[in-house]
């Protein structure tokens, strides 16, 4: 009987503390003056349950007050965290599962100690600071100044290496068109349109009731809250859709993260699975980024490209398998060398027979007529040949044993 009244006592206590602890949370969030009524009050009481972002001593939160650029990056890792009733934090699980291995690596590790909170010796946001800049979130040298206010641009950036990190980059070319409705677009660099398009692709960022996203405007500490509630919970971003939305696929790319590709049509995108499935009829020596299939000799092959130094060394694969969704074409690339055909044409064939369907032996024929004149002479004059629908554009590259087939839908 005691066993069991001392059970009930601990239980009590704990939904007490727990009580409190929200009771605490939404007092302070209520009781500041110069929120009420505002247009982000809700997010700005949530948030502030969160302790994301703390009010003034005066009372007051000033909502429409820029916001730094070290108050942005505080508030973003702790957006990823889960806070307990006495104050303490812990990343969310979903958090530690879209990290990269690397990065997880680095917050096991390196960062196994990290509180959450501010320092006390020195500037306040350096622990932030070093975390986001270790995850990759932002460069060393972003800001000169992390006391600056920050502009909607940067905040763009940040998300872009932020989303990079923990989610995917959506496709570049259909972002932009899609962020070319802002009026003033064209008044940021290419660099931070692109920011701009994957923020507002991402459904993130909008713009505001003129049409304009705001470059060079500050983002207000009443925007920002609403940037990281949108970023911690999808359901919350404002939908956007693309032309050809329906042909999305999710690829890897060179660093190791994802980026969505948008493809022109079914075929492509079909080509694309077709593709996945041509390199693995290569066991284990091969290597997919984004819209390329590289192709290895063996192992130690794949091994020294995949880590190579210099960009030679990196592209000495044996033949490669490609997409070009922007301008519809695909491709075949082969390094003339003993034993290259041989390896690698099975692959070659798979994907090649899809898209050929009735004309592949055409295809064919032409391919290895080619690829031994080619290895006999060392020069092979640039031919197009129509076959079926597409038109397959052959060339030898300048060092004579590298030959390309262009493969283009007409």
């Given at each position: 009987m005691m066993r069991q009244l001392n059970k009930w006592i601990t239980i009590a206590a704990v939904c007490c503390v727990?009580?409190?602890?929200?009771?605490?949370?939404?007092?302070?969030?209520?009781?500041?003056?110069?929120?009420?009524?505002?247009?982000?009050?809700?997010t700005i009481t949530l948030m502030a349950q969160q302790g994301l972002l703390d009010g003034f001593p005066d009372g007051t939160f000033r909502p429409d007050d820029a916001v730094t650029a070290d108050q942005f990056v505080k508030i973003v890792l702790l957006a990823f965290t889960d806070k307990f009733p006495n104050g303490e934090r812990n990343w969310k699980p979903s958090f530690l599962q879209a990290l990269s291995a690397g990065?997880?690596?680095?917050?096991?590790?390196?960062?196994?100690?990290?509180?959450?909170?501010?320092?006390?010796?020195?500037?306040?946001?350096?622990?932030?600071?070093?975390?986001?800049?270790d995850l990759h979130f932002i460069s060393k040298g972003q800001f000169t100044d992390y006391k600056a206010k920050l502009k909607r641009e940067d905040v763009a950036e940040i998300l872009y290496y932020l989303l990079k990190e923990t989610e995917y980059l959506e496709d570049e070319?259909?972002?932009?068109?899609?962020?070319?409705?802002?009026?003033?677009?064209?008044?940021?660099?290419?660099?931070?349109?692109?920011?701009?398009?994957?923020?507002?692709?991402?459904?993130?960022?909008?713009?505001?009731?003129?049409?304009?996203?705001?470059?060079?405007?500050?983002?207000?500490?009443?925007?920002?809250?609403?940037?990281?509630?949108?970023?911690?919970?999808?359901?919350?971003?404002?939908?956007?859709?693309?032309?050809?939305?329906?042909?999305?696929?999710?690829?890897?790319?060179?660093?190791?993260?994802?980026?969505?590709?948008?493809?022109?049509?079914?075929?492509?995108?079909?080509?694309?699975?077709?593709?996945?499935?041509?390199?693995?009829?290569?066991g284990t020596n091969y290597d997919l980024e984004e819209?390329?299939?590289?192709?290895?000799?063996?192992?130690?092959?794949?091994?020294?490209?995949?880590?190579?130094?210099?960009?030679?060394?990196?592209?000495?694969?044996?033949a490669s398998l490609w997409l070009d969704p922007q301008f519809l074409t695909y491709g075949v690339t082969?390094?003339?060398e003993d034993g290259t055909l041989a390896r690698n044409m099975e692959s070659i064939r798979k994907f090649t027979d899809f898209l050929f369907g009735y004309d592949a032996d055409i295809f064919y024929r032409h391919f290895t007529d080619a690829c031994e004149r080619a290895a006999a002479k060392g020069v092979l004059e640039t031919t197009t040949k129509q076959i079926g629908s597409f038109s397959v554009e052959t060339r030898l590259e300048s060092d004579g044993k590298t030959i390309i087939f262009s493969i283009i839908h007409t």
């Open positions: 727990m009580t409190i602890g929200v009771g605490q949370a939404r007092t302070e969030a209520a009781s500041m003056t110069d929120v009420r009524g505002h247009w982000a009050e809700p990065n997880k690596s680095i917050l096991q590790q390196d960062y196994r100690d990290f509180n959450f909170k501010p320092s006390t010796v020195g500037y306040w946001a350096k622990p932030y600071l070093d975390l986001a800049s070319v259909y972002s932009l068109k899609a962020a070319s409705q802002f009026g003033d677009l064209q008044s940021a660099t290419s660099r931070q349109q692109k920011f701009i398009g994957e923020a507002m692709t991402k459904g993130i960022m909008e713009g505001y009731p003129n049409g304009y996203f705001g470059v060079g405007r500050d983002v207000t500490r009443a925007e920002a809250l609403q940037i990281i509630a949108r970023l911690q919970t999808k359901s919350k971003r404002i939908s956007v859709k693309n032309e050809g939305e329906a042909f999305v696929k999710v690829v890897p790319t060179k660093d190791g993260s994802y980026k969505k590709l948008i493809f022109p049509d079914q075929r492509m995108l079909d080509a694309y699975g077709v593709m996945e499935d041509a390199g693995k009829l290569r819209t390329t299939l590289r192709l290895f000799r063996d192992a130690d092959a794949k091994a020294l490209a995949v880590n190579g130094a210099t960009a030679g060394v990196r592209n000495s694969n044996e082969v390094r003339l």
